[in-house]
């Protein structure tokens, strides 16, 4: 687990009811929101409520009960918005196209778009 950051990132603050967003699922630990630019039909963005895990590796090996539980969300997401067939993406570094460094997951479904998958 990687120290707390100086400033909540922009996922705790939308956890947090500080910054709107179309929250589709949610669970003591996990939120999962419409992302505000989709690539896709069903885009939407599976986190951890509280930062301190970076990416998707930290989080697996930190705290893997909460990273299924990520998965388990997306997929509940996945059933209900994309008739179970989704990719699950999980950028991790800059130069894979992640731009908030606290692990997420983007669930997208239905025809993709031209794009990257950034965030």
Known sequence: ????????????RIAAREIPAQIVAETDRVIAF???APQAPV??????KQGG???????ASGDPA???ELVDVARGVADE???????LVFNTGAAA????FHVHAHVLG????EGSLAG
């Open 53 to 59: 895990y970076r990416d998707v590796v930290e989080l």
């Open 43 to 48: 885009h939407v963005v599976v986190t951890p």
């Open 81 to 87: 918005l994309a008739g179970g067939e989704f990719r």
């Open 66 to 68: 909460l990273l299924a």
């Open 110 to 113: 239905g025809r993709l778009e």
């Open 97 to 100: 196209g992640q731009t908030v």
């Open 1 to 12: 687990m990687t120290a707390p950051a100086a400033e909540p990132t922009v996922f705790e």
């Open 34 to 36: 419409r992302d505000i």
